[in-house]
């Protein structure tokens, strides 16, 4: 059921994808900004209980609402929450329109739009970027979208799926995020922040909960790229990014693509993004080996994205059939 569930929500999320705002993303903002208000106190047991509010009882609830389908009409109407759940929180078309847009302002020779578009993107000044600059975050930024709303999501949705919980652990990954970066925002704003206690509960819970998805991720871009030089970029260069989970992703995919990745951050557009992570962050001036990155990486990138999914999809047919026939 595993494997009907992504294919038929990868298609409908490339048919009609979903809306930034929707009620689904609208209802967990509002549910994470209430936790946040009604429960930070300041000390790491109200971060951990926040935490908890907000990311583990939404997962709980899904996991409840797919047994109880179950208990009522069997497989079908889990299937159907299933493709729900993933609908909402899996999904190319969800950062895919920023790839295109600057890919596609690059490639006409306009690059003030793309600078625009990058720095619209992600907030951050990319006034003073050339354009090898540009194409670099671009791709950073790209391939950590993807795992973030993916394979990360994949993963945990496969994960789960064993004891009958796939959707849960959807939600589970993808709310874990959200509050990551909804918190680290709040931090630094001036109308009600949240508590750094807070921002750092959330920081080690995020490490916890992609550690496993950032090397599945990072493995698969070896298998699909180049496997000898993915394996050695992660393992000789993972460990200089601040966040070592962003590090193994980045660094394999260099690897994989033979692309220098890396190197210097943007600054933030507003002081209260000042704590918002972008990209590459923490990673050495120097960078990471491979060629200088050029817009004829973008079709690299995006093939190897693909052959990732493809890959994922072998792997669902290959337990499928090994489940039914074992």
């Known amino acids: 059921m595993a494997l009907f569930a992504i294919v038929i929500a990868l298609l409908l999320e490339q048919v009609r994808p979903l809306a930034p705002h929707n009620p689904a993303a609208a209802g967990l903002h509002g549910w994470v900004r209430a936790v946040g208000r009604g429960v930070d106190a300041g000390g790491e047991q109200h971060g951990w209980l926040a935490w908890g509010l907000a990311v583990v009882l939404p997962a709980l609830a899904v996991a409840g609402v797919h047994g109880l389908l179950g208990w009522l009409a069997g497989w079908p109407l889990q299937l159907l929450w299933s493709v729900l759940i993933l609908y909402i929180t899996l999904g190319f078309r969800q950062f ?32 003073a970027l050339p354009r090898s600059e540009i194409v670099r975050h671009v791709i950073e930024y790209s391939v950590l979208a993807a795992h973030r709303h993916v394979f990360g999501v994949l993963v945990w949705f496969c994960v789960l799926a064993v004891p009958g919980l796939g959707p849960a652990g959807a939600v589970f990954y993808r709310n874990a995020e959200y509050v990551l970066r909804y918190w680290r925002r709040k931090a630094q704003a001036a109308d009600q922040p949240v508590s750094p206690a807070l921002v750092q509960v959330a920081e080690r819970a995020w490490r916890a909960v992609d550690w496993l998805p950032a090397r599945c991720t990072a493995l698969g871009f070896a298998i699909v790229g180049s496997f000898e030089d993915a394996v050695d970029v992660w393992r000789s260069h993972a460990a200089r990014f601040a966040d070592v989970n962003d590090g193994v992703v980045l660094a394999a995919t260099a690897g994989a693509l033979g ?9 933030p557009l507003a ?3 000042a704590g918002q992570p972008a990209g590459a962050a923490g990673l050495a001036a120097e960078g990471l080996p491979g060629k200088p ?15 990732m999914v493809a ?16």
């Open 311 to 326: 890959l994922w999809l072998l792997l669902l047919v290959l337990l499928t059939l090994a489940r039914v026939m074992g």
């Open 293 to 307: 990155p050029t817009t004829a990486h973008f079709s690299q990138v995006v093939g190897l994205l693909w052959r």
């Open 259 to 267: 692309v220098r990745l890396g190197g210097a951050t943007l600054k």
């Open 96 to 127: 895919s329109h920023h790839f295109t847009g600057i890919r596609d302002a690059l490639e006409a020779g306009d690059e003030d739009r793309a600078r625009t578009l990058l720095a619209r993107w992600q907030q951050v000044d990319a006034a």
């Open 271 to 273: 002081p209260e993004l």
